[in-house]
Structures are given as C-alpha cells and as structure tokens.
C-alpha cells in the first residue's frame, strides 16, 4: 500500500539498492526529481526499460516518506530512512563496521551492537518493500554490504522470487571476516539468494570458506546447499561466483572523441603549464584509494631528483566523500597536510608540483581530464573493482597514455598491461611511476590497445547480462521450468 492507501503495482524486475538514483532539486517549487546517473544505472537501465522494472531505494531525504513515482522510464519506491537511522545503518554499521572490515582493515572497524540492530531493521523495510512491488516469479537484484539480509528476508517472504545479489566491495578472509560478531547472520542473510555476484573469484572463494568454517557447510565449486530455516528440508542452491563489474565502454570511447572534450584537454595542460608529464589520481576521498601512498612517493622522487622540478605535475582529485565519519576527516588532513608540504618544497612562482581538488566535477570534465592525462595513479590499497583505471583506458582513444594499476584492486585481473604496483611498497612505488614516466611510445600504445581491447568486449552491458542470464538460469533450474528470457 502507497500512503494515500492505493495498492502498489507489481514489476517483473526489481533492483533493491541502498540509494535511488535521483536526487531531490529543491531549488524549484515544489522540489523535483532529478536522475543522478551512475554505473549501476547505466548497468540495468536497459533491462529495466525492456522489462518494465522498478528501483527501491532510499532517496537521500531523512525523515521524509515519498510515494513510489515513474522517472525516465524507471519506476522508483523510495524507502524511508530517519537521520537516527542514517548513523546508525549507514555511516555507522555500513561505512564504519562492514566498510574497513571488508577492506583489510586498514582503519579499525567499530563494533556496535545499536548500529547493528539498526542495520537489521533498515534491511528488513528494504526486504518488505520490494516484496511489495515484485511480481510472481520476479528477478530481484539486491545490491552491496548495505543490504546483505535481504536476500534471506526476501527468500522467506517470497519464495517464488529468482534473488540475486552483487556485492561491489571485496569480501574479507575468513581471518579478517571472523571478527565480526554477527557474523553467522551476514553469511545466512547472503545464502538467501540464488546467486551471489563477487568482484573476484578469490572474493567469492572466501565466501565460500567463511560458509564452510562458520556455518559447517559444504561446498561444491560454486553451489552452496541451503536448508530451510528450521533445518528440515533443503532450501535452494545458492551460487557464490564472480562477475567483474565493468563500465560503458563505448559511450566513454564516443565521449573522448568529441571535438569539444579533446580541446578541453588541451586547455587543462596548457592551463597546468604544458607540463612534459601530467600525472592524474581520480578518487573519493577515501583511505581504501592509497591516496597519502602515491603522493609520498611522488614527493620522495621529487626529493631524490629523479623526477626535476617542472618535469612533472600531479593533478589529484579527491571526491568529497562520507565527510560525517572520523576516519574520513582525518584522511583529508594527512592528505591536505601532504599536498601543502611537497608544493611547499618544489612548486615555484610558475610551476605547481601537485594541484589537488577537494569537489567533483562533471562527467565531460573527468573525460578530459583523463585524456590530457599521461600517467594515471590508482594506488588502491583494497578496492572490489576501481571503475576510474577502466574509465581512464576508455577515453584513451589515442591508444596512448600509462595506467600504473594497484594489484589489490579488482581491476588488476582483467587490466594485465598495466604497470602493477603494490602500494605498501613505496619504493617499488617509485620505480614503477619512473617506469611509467619514462615508458618508451612503442610500449605504451601496446600495452593500451591490449586493455582497450579487452574493454570493449568486456563492458557493463555485458557485466548485468552475464549476471542476469546466470540468475534466471539457476531459478529455472530450481523451479523445473525454461529459463525466463531476459532481454
Ligand atoms: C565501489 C567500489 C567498485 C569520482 N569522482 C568523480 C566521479 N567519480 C566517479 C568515477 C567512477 C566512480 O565515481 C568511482 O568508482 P570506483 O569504482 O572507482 O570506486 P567506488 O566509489 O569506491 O565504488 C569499487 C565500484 O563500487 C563498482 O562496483 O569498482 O571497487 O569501492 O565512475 O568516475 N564522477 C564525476 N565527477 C567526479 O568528480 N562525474
């Protein structure tokens, strides 16, 4: 039921994910919906629009509830969420407890058990919604650690359901995984589904072992056997495998190659002061990204004179991220306090050694900016996938330009031409940039038609279609029936 008690409709396809992908103009009176276009919307936005689908989300207003509405073919049921709930659920059990845990604990995960409880009761009002709007034997795709109980909670409410999940961050070793004191209902929550998307096979590999160690259950490859709740008879078979996310190469490919994108990459080196090498970082502003890493080693070849002054200027920009979370605000120190000391060393009157940008910037100028960009940075010390190294390689319709690539970035594995680096390591750091820096023309151009190549095939589309087609052939299976036909 609506809030005006209308009975809601039903859809055949429904994505459940922490956020809508609009957010609210409350510049015009009354306010209005605008799209926020992102990956996941350019992901199932052609699935949505063939099969009529609906998003449930929160839609980024606390203490405010909102009618389900249609917007740019997409039918959207805002979820509720209070700004109590917002710590509690969100920046607390999500961002501070599940976020650095899934990420090699590079800062300390807080373990709260209000945040937690919190986190159940928001995923429940998540589960009960989309129960609402799907349809009879619908595909529901469940999205990231923020809503890792509602494949179970859906699985009970509605049993009819093909439930898919796809987790977007790394999923932590069973040594790391066991501090979490709700451990055992994570791992049921995610058995809930059919089939469990991981960026990597070894993020779906330690899954499985968490499934086995801390529920006693066998595994087989990728099927996991669940038994229904009172134990009596078996469930479903869920499927914990990997599908690496991918971008929309094509439309970044056609974006670069616009007149007007080319000459503003033009004008951001000349505006940089022609630099003969621009480096470039692109990240939220998070302590996952080894933003501090790449800047002391930048600093440190600047030191050491391998890289002159006036060789070479870093541009980093640094998405305004989580601002509200301590270990955020001190990542902005340390990387403000960093940037201040190395351009007090080495810029000049005309030269700046590092420009640093603490805002976001439209979707043409990061296009630009990767153009203009000779070396890209992506020192990631854990990241599930990093979509910017896949975007840099998109938008280098030149063939040229070197992406020097974090190993424990998901990214890594399907990228095998970029210079890989192990961040910890900076003075491996530092002769993998020089390497980059100094990388003969031959070289670069092959290893970037390699990795261009591969992401044309290898695209988002095909990322949403692998996992869809998987889904509804596992459900099939289950059910006895065909397969349904995803479009
Ligand atoms: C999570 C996982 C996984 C950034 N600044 C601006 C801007 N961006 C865009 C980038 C890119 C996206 O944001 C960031 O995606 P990443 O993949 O790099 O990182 P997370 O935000 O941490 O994403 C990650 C991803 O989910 C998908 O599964 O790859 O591992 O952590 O698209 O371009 N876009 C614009 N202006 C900016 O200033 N327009």
């Known amino acids: ?103 090699d604990l590079i800062v300390h995960p807080e373990y709260h058990r209000t945040w937690w409880d919190d986190y159940v009761r928001v995923n429940e009002r998540f589960a009960e919604r989309a129960a609402r709007v799907a349809s009879p034997g619908a595909t529901v795709w469940v999205h990231d650690y923020q809503l890792q109980l509602v494949p179970a909670l859906l699985r009970e409410a509605r049993p009819d359901l093909a439930i898919g999940f796809f987790n977007h961050i790394p999923f932590p070793g069973w040594e790391l995984f066991a501090q979490l004191p709700w451990r055992s209902q994570v791992l049921e929550g995610l058995l809930g589904a059919d089939l469990i998307g991981f960026q990597r096979a070894a993020d779906a590999a330690n899954f499985r072992r968490a499934v086995r160690i801390n529920l006693n259950r066998s595994t087989k490859d990728t099927a996991i056997t669940v038994p229904t709740a009172d134990g009596e008879r078996e469930s479903h078979v869920a499927h914990a495998r990997a599908f690496p996310i991918s971008i929309d190469t094509e439309e970044l490919d056609q974006l670069a190659r616009e007149e007007r994108i080319v000459a503003r990459a033009r004008e951001i080196r000349s505006e940089l002061g022609d630099p003969d090498v621009l480096m470039l970082g692109v990240d939220r502003l998070d302590y996952t990204k080894g933003i501090r890493h790449r800047i002391k080693a930048f600093g440190e070849l600047l030191n050491d004179g391998s890289i002159l002054p006036g060789e070479a200027t870093l541009v ?88 020097v690539l974090s190993e424990f970035a998901g990214a890594a594995e399907q990228l095998t031409q970029a210079v890989t680096v192990n961040p ?21 151009r092959r290893r970037m038609r390699a990795m261009r190549r591969k992401l044309r095939t290898e695209d988002v589309r095909r990322w949403s279609a692998d996992f869809l087609g998987t889904l509804r052939g596992l459900a099939a299976a289950r059910q006895g029936t065909a397969p349904a036909v995803m479009q």
């Open 316 to 403: 980093q920009i640094a998405t305004p991220s989580r601002e509200r979370i301590e270990q955020y605000r001190q990542i902005r120190d340390d990387v403000e306090l960093a940037v201040g000391r190395i351009n007090g060393e080495h810029s000049t009157l005309d030269h700046q050694a590092v420009h640093y940008f603490h805002h976001s910037y439209p979707r043409d100028e990061m296009a630009a900016y990767y153009l203009a960009a000779d070396v890209m940075l992506v020192t990631a010390l854990r990241d599930g996938m990093n979509l910017v190294a896949k975007e840099y390689v998109a938008c280098r319709t030149d063939d040229d330009g070197v992406l």
């Open 1 to 103: 039921m609506t809030i005006d008690g209308t009975q809601d409709e039903t859809f055949d396809f429904v994505v459940i994910a922490n956020r809508l992908p609009v957010d609210r103009d409350m510049s015009t009176e009354p306010p209005t919906w605008r799209t926020s276009p992102g990956g996941l919307v350019t992901a199932v936005a052609p699935v949505m629009q063939q099969n009529r689908g609906a998003w449930v989300g929160w839609a980024g207003a606390t203490d405010q509830e909102f009618d389900p509405f249609d917007l740019d073919d997409m039918h959207l049921v805002p979820v509720p969420l209070s700004s109590e709930e917002i710590v509690r659920y969100y920046e607390g059990f999500s961002n501070a407890t599940l976020w650095p845990l899934y990420h």
């Open 424 to 444: 910890y390591d900076i003075s491996g750091l530092k002769a993998r940039i020089l390497m980059a820096v100094r990388m003969p023309d031959a070289e670069r």
